[in-house]
């Protein structure tokens, strides 16, 4: 990039935690205007690095400079003032608010000094700053109701209006639909169009390769490769980043036996009162993985909330190998085999402040005690096999799971839920967040599951990993189940078609 001035400018730095070193003399420069991706595998130092920038982390040396000018190390307010914004993979918003409420929290002063502050003002800065970037925001629209695609654009325009010329994007694409991405990209190009520089953190290399001018690739804590992002390809950064070559999956070696979860007629509610799931039904058969494919909102999330009994069901029944386990308790659908990896890994799949031993024997604590007293010996002995067997990085079984990178907690939350094979299992966005050799780990032992018998519930984001996971793929539309493709049938354009209603489910059978 000759000729362009960097506005960021690491140099240097280097960050450990006890024997464990994040960052090993890393240096970082992005210029004005250009959009640069940042890629990884878990624990590789990305996020750390990001929450240097961002002043979240104070680094043990090296040197920070934004335009020129040193940046105070460990400070977040002293970022802000020099023009570094984030936006977060878990969105900071008040969900019951508006989206002009939500950016007037954002732009508000505190303390004794304060200014009441000019709604409309606010208001139309934010339209300014949306169109600038070619979309709109729908301001007086409840935050909690919006996609996530929409919620992001909100964070965005929140940094900008902040003062950002240098945003940092945490896995922003993670929890996107096909459209949004594209959305996204778009966005992000308009951005550095616009003069400001881009820090893209990401593990979809596809997608950092579409959006990004140039690529740094960090491993063990080292930058290991810098990459033109017009003269490269995602196998070949795969290859930096691993040192290794792409695996391929192992094909199926097993047929589907006689259906274990069937689902007739379910319907449920948001929680907003309204009808999220219309009259779903659904079989999932021994050795069979049926993907669900959906764009987020469509009450998806809301159908997996009732098979695991943690949504009450407005109609319909729910079955485990014929025995009905409609409205049953999360603890008596589990007894009856099913097993669950939630969508948010945080707030539902682990208990953060508890260690990694704990947080494996929660599913499991009766076969970890004696007399219901737990084996604390048992447990860290597991726990460690568990991290061995999941590779899970900068672990100890005693030490709090909240402190591992996501990807890393995502193991933990797999390893506790298939440590007894599960007569069904339901698994929502397996590997979001999660990088290469970890995605390749998980999909084995997920088809290595349905192999063995496993009837397996797969919902996922990510088209490619539903076609490449599935037997049988069913497309949700505004609640109802709209297409049901096998995956000779599935292709990712018709799919689309089918999850944006631009296809109705009559011309499935038409098709036929």
């Not at 397996?430 to 999909?443: C, M, N």
């Not at 490449?468 to 000779?488: C, E, K, Q, Y």
Request: net charge neutral; hydrophobic share 45%.
């Amino acid at each position: 990039m000759a000729g362009v001035t960097a506005v960021v400018e690491l140099q240097g730095i280097t960050k450990a935690y006890g024997a464990l070193t994040a960052l090993d003399d890393v240096s970082l420069v992005v210029p004005h205007g250009t959009v640069h991706g940042l890629v990884g595998e878990n624990g590789a130092g990305k996020s750390t690095l990001m929450k240097v920038l961002y002043g979240m982390v104070r680094p043990d040396s090296g040197e920070l400079r934004i335009d020129g000018r040193p940046l105070r190390a460990g400070s977040t307010p002293a970022a802000r003032a020099a023009g570094v914004g984030m936006v977060h993979q878990h969105f900071a918003q008040a969900e019951s608010m508006s989206v002009l409420e939500n950016l007037a929290l954002a732009s508000s002063d505190s303390g004794p000094r304060a200014r009441p502050l000019d709604l409309r003002a606010v208001g139309r800065r934010a339209a300014e700053v949306a169109a600038g970037l070619g979309f709109e925001l729908e301001l007086r629209a409840r935050i909690g109701r919006l996609s996530v695609g929409a919620r992001q654009r909100v964070e965005i325009v929140k940094a900008l209006q902040a003062g950002a010329q240098v945003l940092i994007l945490d896995e922003p694409t993670a929890v996107l639909a096909p459209r949004e991405i594209e959305e996204l990209i778009r966005t992000i190009r308009l951005l550095a169009a616009s003069g400001t520089a881009v820090v893209f953190v990401s593990h979809k290399l596809n997608e950092v390769v579409a959006a990004c001018d140039e690529i740094t690739v960090l491993r063990r804590g080292r930058v290991v490769g810098r990459s033109d992002a017009r003269r490269t390809t995602p196998s070949e950064i795969a290859r930096i980043m691993t040192g290794e070559e792409p695996g391929v999956l192992p094909s199926r070696d097993t047929e589907p036996g006689e259906p274990v979860l069937q689902v007739r007629d379910v319907s449920a509610k948001s929680n907003f009162g309204v009808v999220a799931v219309n009259a779903v039904s659904l079989d999932v058969r021994a050795a069979e993985i049926v993907g669900i494919a959906a764009i987020e909102g469509n009450g998806q999330d809301e159908l997996i909330d009732v098979l695991t009994g943690l949504r009450r069901h407005t109609g319909g029944s729910v079955a485990i190998d014929g025995t009905d386990v409609t409205g049953l308790e999360p603890r008596a659908i589990r007894a009856r085999g099913l097993a669950h990896v939630p969508a948010d890994r945080l707030t539902t799949g682990t208990a953060p402040t508890l260690s990694i031993a704990d947080n494996l024997a929660a599913t499991n604590y009766l076969a970890e005690s004696r007399w219901r007293l737990l084996r604390r010996g048992v447990m860290r002995r597991q726990a460690a096999e568990s991290i061995v067997a999941f590779d899970v990085r900068g672990a100890a079984p005693l030490g709090a799971i909240g402190r591992l990178s996501g990807g890393n907690m995502q193991k933990v939350v797999i390893a506790r839920e298939t440590a007894k094979r599960p007569r069904v299992l339901v698994v929502a966005h397996p590997t979001r967040g999660v990088d290469l050799k970890a995605i390749d780990r998980i999909h084995r032992h997920i088809l290595a599951l349905r192999d063995a018998g496993t009837a397996v519930l797969l919902l996922s984001s990510e088209l490619d990993e539903l076609l490449a996971l599935s037997d049988r793929v069913i497309v949700m539309f505004r609640g109802r189940v709209v297409a049901d493709l096998t995956a000779a049938e599935a292709e990712a354009a018709e799919i689309g078609e089918f999850m944006t209603g631009a296809r109705a489910a009559s011309e499935v059978s038409d098709a036929r």
